[in-house]
């Protein structure tokens, strides 16, 4: 596995969707049962503070989330900088994610379940304990074999592409989060006694300034 930096290099480069499993699953299967409402729903109260579960139900049982944290810390494990994945709420995310009815979440719901079952299964399979039950040298054993799809072996292939995907997912909660925000670096709106306008360097560089004398 590596480490937060690396994890932050894989996500800019990653592509913007991931191609779609093309046999259906048994999480698929399960899944299917999950009807999605009819329409979005009212627009929200915006003086209203909405938890997860206000808006529509949440899939996740919590065999799935105990497996979901635990591949989320393997992700964005906690380091002397910020704070593990799963302490700021990743899983939440995730759940939330997987559970509204909008068509990207919809094709990522069968996605996630069907991933989160093989990891329990392959834990169980290699070492006879549940994923998040395993030590930290045995999970990333098992992420090892998933978490660069080009190098998977065929065997591990679609495992590969959940974890693709459960990675973006990861870090896309994670670094929308304040605490993501100052691992960054981050700034966002502030306000400002004064502004002097973008450096003079910047405006060079665009071929908006004026050539230095």
């Not at 799963?86 to 996630?112: C, K, N, T």
């Not at 929308?176 to 306008?197: A, C, E, R, W």
Request: some cysteine; charged content about 25%.
């Amino acid at each position: 596995m590596t480490d937060r930096r690396t994890t932050i290099k894989w996500m800019l480069a990653a592509a913007a969707a991931m191609p779609l499993l093309n046999r259906r699953s048994p999480a698929e299967e399960v899944t299917a049962a999950l009807l999605a409402p009819n329409g979005y729903g009212s627009d929200p109260q915006l003086t209203k503070l909405y938890r997860p579960g206000d808006v529509w139900p949440l899939t996740l049982s919590p065999a799935q989330r105990r497996t979901a944290a635990a591949l989320c810390n393997v992700i964005l494990p906690g380091d002397d900088r910020s704070p593990s994945a799963e302490s700021v709420g990743v899983v939440e995310f995730i759940d939330e994610w997987v559970s509204a009815p909008y068509p990207r979440q919809l094709a990522d719901r069968p996605i996630v379940l069907e991933g989160l079952a093989w990891m329990d299964a392959e834990a169980l399979l290699r070492f006879e304990k549940y994923f998040s039950e395993l030590d930290e040298s045995r999970q990333h054993a098992i992420c090892d074999d998933i978490c660069y799809e080009p190098n998977a072996a065929a065997k591990f292939a679609r495992a590969a592409k959940f974890f693709a995907r459960y990675r973006d997912l990861t870090v896309g909660g994670f670094y929308s989060t304040p605490v993501g925000h100052q691992d960054l670096g981050y700034i966002g709106n502030v306000p400002l006694s004064k502004f002097d306008g973008p450096p003079l360097e910047l405006l060079r560089k665009l071929g908006l300034g004026p050539d230095p004398a």
